[in-house]
């Protein structure tokens, strides 16, 4: 789906990835890296990050990704961290937003703690980083706003209620954004990954191929230059979650997944 925002490409951009230290985050960072932007990395695991930005720098010749120790469930430190790194970065063109947890929870397990915590990273830690954008990005009238949710979030199932609460909202929070900010040539843009190999997964098994944080990246990378609004990673997923979402209620009260 594309909107009314033109194309950006992302050479050398300025760009802010929350949940950097691994993952998709991680592979996002490296890929925004070989297109020589300058990169904040924020995350919680310091040394990780710093593996990671001391590889992108490496292989850019100059320092161009930088490390910064945030937890994204600490709101109020949002808004001076993204001011921080603008300050350091000489502007920001794009933050992505990628923070996010799914515990392992039991068909017959009702945890509180287990969904607040989904909620507070996935969903309120990337309000607090996209308010705080926004702020900026539409002062600037341009930019852009990137939120990784998920196609869990296209049909609640009973598997993980927490964690499909958490990106439905998101994709609904994003949406809104999108339809107040675009007008001032601010791009938002929703991913919605399938299964991707990383320690999120916690190695279970997927009833489709999972594929690489790496070319999950490469997919989000060009949904980004390529303005969309809402992107599927991989394609196909789009065909899912249209099926998931006209499947009728009874269907989704016999299955477990
Ligand atoms: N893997 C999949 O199959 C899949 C599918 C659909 C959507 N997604 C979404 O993709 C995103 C990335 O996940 P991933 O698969 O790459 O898993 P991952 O390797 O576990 O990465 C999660 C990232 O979130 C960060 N994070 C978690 N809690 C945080 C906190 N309190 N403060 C700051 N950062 C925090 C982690 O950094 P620190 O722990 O260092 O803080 C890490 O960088 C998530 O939003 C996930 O929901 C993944």
Request: proline share 3%; with cysteine.
């Amino acid at each position: 789906m594309r909107g009314i925002i033109k194309s950006m490409k992302l050479d050398q951009k300025k760009v802010i990835v929350v949940g950097a230290s691994s993952g998709i985050g991680a592979s996002i960072a490296r890929a925004l890296g070989a297109k020589n932007c300058s990169i904040g990395l924020v995350a919680r695991r310091e040394e990780l990050m710093h593996g990671i930005a001391d590889e992108i720098n490496t292989r850019a010749g100059r320092t161009i990704a930088q490390t910064y120790v945030g937890d994204v469930t600490h709101f109020d430190e949002a808004e001076p961290l993204l001011d921080r790194i603008a300050g350091d970065m000489g502007g920001v063109d794009v933050l992505i937003y990628v923070s996010g947890i799914m515990p392992a929870v039991q068909f017959h397990e009702y945890s509180f703690d287990k969904d607040r915590a989904m909620i507070e990273v996935n969903l309120l830690g990337a309000m607090a980083w996209i308010n705080a954008a926004a702020k900026r990005f539409e002062t600037a009238r341009a930019g852009a706003i990137v939120g990784i949710s998920s196609i869990a979030g296209d049909r609640g199932r009973g598997s993980m209620p927490g964690y499909i609460t958490s990106k439905a909202a998101l994709d609904a929070y994003l949406e809104s954004i999108r339809n107040r900010i675009s007008r001032y040539g601010v791009q938002v843009t929703t991913i919605k990954p399938g299964y991707v190999a990383t320690d999120l997964l916690g190695g279970a098994k997927t009833p489709l191929k999972a594929i690489s944080p790496d070319e999950a990246a490469a997919a989000i990378v060009s949904a980004i230059e390529e303005g969309a609004q809402v992107r599927y990673v991989p394609g196909f997923w789009r065909w899912i979650g249209m099926a998931v979402k006209l499947a009728p209620s009874f269907v989704m009260q016999r299955v477990k997944f």
